[in-house]
């Protein structure tokens, strides 16, 4: 019974990570119409990133050297986004193939360079002492403690997307412009200039994933397509573009991973699948997608 | 600017050496032998891909590249650890790079895959890399491939015995879903249940990276020890939530775990690992003077270049293979002609010794018979090392078995584990 309630928190942990990456890919999609394939490189950078400026602040056992990779981490992703949509993307907005080939490219570069630089040694952030460890849990036992912030990031990013789309100015102008970019171009808004906002916010989140994810799994050459195709898979199932689908598609899959590893590890990648082919199949737009 | 002149320089440097063969066919003897090295720089073992080439780096400067009076081009190439990238980047450097001799691959199904494609070739061998699934050389084996280093079976030579003589009767054993780590389940079983001991087997596929399921059940089972054989991003995976669960079992180690691409990586694993039990080709301390001057050449060269603190299982197992290719050269006087027959029957008889100090021979299959060490991992000088306790001669491929009696237990897999009483 314990098992099955750790496997289940184990299920949502992931599910959390996979959330809070995804978010970033459907959000962009969810304005800009990019399917950006460099999604996951956004996610490797940031770990990279941040973990450069992580391990001297470490090394010297300052108690924010986590806290500032992060921030390098989520900040370095922003900026690259925002980068990417200015120079590549921003030209070329309505050719979706092109966009997406332009993305794909970028992601292989990018790739390629990381492993020049920082080479193949994975890398793994240490939380600091206060998200260590592992807590008592009443039904579980000892969990880790890490895992459960994990929960907490994505909830407070979910929360924070859902007011932001739906409480401010700007939330308006991203719902407006995924309605009709035109005509919300016509009532005198930067419609750019939103775009390279939401392409920032997105690579954010991405990089956000990034530095978390490095913090519970070890960071690597491969992560990049990894969570790629994760955050392919989680908005997929839940509906592009679509916050509460994203959420719906992370516990979806994250569960679905963690249940197949303990029943039957040999085919647990198969479940992913096969949950995306039933949606596909019987919900093409996703299980809260609009039509 | 730069790249533009060096891709000019090359283009001319390779026009005046097609020239030049072209006039002159009778230098054909002194052209360069050409070995193309591949291993994983990228995937899940891109580090220890990495220090495979470093230590065959350091073995060809020390030959001054040259062999028999001819030069050695050394060409690198690199898979992921998958066996359809290996075999189209070995297909590379055989029809694009014409290499006369292939040194790799790194991971297990890779060398199944390669095995099969060197069945194909004519006047060409492939020399193994470290990739250690025992089917490669011992069913269906091809005349073209060989095996200088022991397989994953041979390196748990041993330590099943061991665990057992512990008291230690139900072990869980957690393995990568792929052909190495079957090799390395079905040594270690073929001991542990033979004498009575109780096995309970996880599998995952490789590249996995959450393992908290597994190991919560492995945590509530009544295991005495766990063996853990994965290596890599995924053992790295698996022992730093182990050690985030606040795992407390004894640990056994499969040889690419207990090994530097391991330790050297900073985290909280280093404190779950430390008495860690193995078996395998190498250790960080063996007490041999062949190993304690490689050591010494490794580090004086890549000390200052990103360099391990000791060479790993996988630098060692190329360095050794490497030997096999320049003994067979030595031999025939870097004759490569008759489609390599004079070379490939040096290198059937050559015995050479590792740079562990092990003798190395090959058997009718071309597959080698070596020495096997136990290593426990125990902290010196503030660092944690492999430290080898014990070590077995000349294991040969089917641990002393007779061949027809091992042949007839089947093919290591998932549902053919070696669990046999």
């Known amino acids: 019974m314990d098992l099955a309630a750790t496997i289940v928190l184990n299920g949502l942990t992931l599910a959390a990570l996979y959330f809070v990456v995804a978010s970033g890919f459907s959000l962009i999609f969810g304005l800009m119409r990019v399917v950006n394939m460099a999604h996951g490189a956004m996610y490797l950078v940031a770990g990279y990133v941040g973990y450069a400026v992580f391990e001297p602040l470490y090394d010297r056992d300052v108690w924010y050297a986590w806290y500032a990779g992060l921030a390098a981490g989520v900040a370095f992703a922003a900026v690259f986004g925002a980068a990417v949509q200015v120079a590549l993307l921003g030209w070329m907005q309505g050719q979706e193939l092109r966009q997406a080939l332009v993305t794909i490219g970028l992601s292989i570069i990018v790739a390629d360079q990381l492993l020049a630089f920082y080479g193949g040694t994975p890398r793994q952030f240490f939380a600091p002492d206060a998200i260590f460890g592992a807590t008592q849990l009443p039904g579980i036992g000892g969990y880790p403690t890490f895992r459960l912030v994990q929960i907490g990031v994505a909830v407070a990013v979910g929360i924070g997307l859902w007011l932001l789309l739906n409480r401010t100015r700007l939330g308006i102008m991203i719902r407006a412009g995924v309605d009709d970019r035109q005509m919300l171009g016509a009532c005198g808004v930067n419609v750019p200039l939103i775009g390279i906002a939401v392409f920032a916010l997105g690579a954010a989140l991405a990089g956000l994933g990034g530095v978390i994810g490095a913090t519970a799994q070890p960071l690597a050459m491969g992560a990049d397509g990894r969570f790629l195709l994760i955050s392919l898979v989680v908005v997929i199932v839940g509906g592009m573009g679509s916050v509460t689908g994203t959420a719906v598609g992370a516990v979806l899959i994250g569960l679905a991973e963690q249940i197949g590893q303990a029943l039957f590890p040999t085919y647990s990648v198969i479940l992913t699948f096969v949950i995306m082919v039933a949606v596909l199949a019987l919900r093409p737009q996703g299980i809260l997608g609009r039509a | ?421």
């Open chain 2, 1 to 421: 600017m730069t790249i533009m002149i060096t891709r000019r320089a090359a283009l001319l440097g390779g026009a005046g050496l097609a020239a030049g063969s072209l006039a002159l066919p009778a230098i054909a003897q002194n052209a360069p032998i050409r070995i193309g090295g591949l291993t994983t720089l990228e995937g899940p073992f891109a580090t220890g891909g990495q220090d495979a080439f470093r230590c065959v780096q350091m073995e060809l400067e020390r030959i001054n590249h040259t062999i028999g009076g001819r030069r050695i081009e050394f060409i690198r190439e690199s898979s992921n650890a998958q066996a359809d990238v290996a075999l189209a980047r070995a297909r590379k450097l055989i029809e694009q790079d014409n290499v006369d001799i292939i040194l790799g691959p790194l991971s297990g199904a890779e060398g199944i895959a390669l095995r099969d494609y060197s069945r194909t070739l004519t006047g060409k061998t492939i020399v193994n890399g470290s990739s250690g699934a025992s089917d490669t050389t011992l069913r269906n084996p091809s005349p073209n491939f060989f095996r200088f280093s022991t397989d994953g079976t041979q390196w748990m030579a041993g330590l099943g015995r061991h665990i057992h003589g512990m008291g230690i009767r139900d072990v869980a054993i957690t393995a990568g879903d792929y052909a190495f780590p079957y090799a390395q389940v079905f040594g270690f079983n073929l001991e542990f249940c033979r004498l009575g001991g109780r096995v309970t087997q996880y599998w995952a596929p490789l590249g996995t990276t959450d393992f908290t399921s597994q190991i919560a059940q492995i945590n509530r089972s009544n295991a005495g020890a766990i063996v853990i054989v994965h290596g890599g991003t995924d053992g790295l995976a698996f022992m730093t939530q182990y050690a985030q669960a606040g795992g407390s079992k004894p640990l056994v180690g499969g040889s690419i775990m207990a090994d530097q691409t391991m330790l050297s990586a900073r985290g909280p694993h280093r404190r779950v690992m430390m008495g860690m039990l193995s078996g395998g080709p190498i250790a960080d301390i063996i007490d041999d003077p062949t190993w304690n001057d490689f050591v010494a050449r490794y580090r004086r060269r890549w000390a200052n270049e990103g360099g391990f603190a000791s060479p790993s299982i996988h630098g060692v197992n190329y360095v050794t293979n490497l030997y096999g290719i320049l003994a067979g050269l030595r031999a025939t006087n870097g004759d490569l002609s008759g489609n390599q027959a004079a070379f490939q029957r040096a290198m059937a008889a050559a015995e050479v010794t590792a740079p562990t100090g092990a003798a190395v021979k090959l058997d009718h299959n071309r597959q080698a018979i070596s020495d096997i060490f136990l290593n426990r991992i125990e902290e010196r000088g503030g660092s944690a090392v492999v430290v080898a306790f014990d070590r077995a001669r000349a294991v040969n491929q089917t641990l002393g078995m007779p061949e027809a009696q091992f042949l007839g237990l089947g093919s290591p897999s998932r549902d053919n584990a070696g669990c046999v009483a």
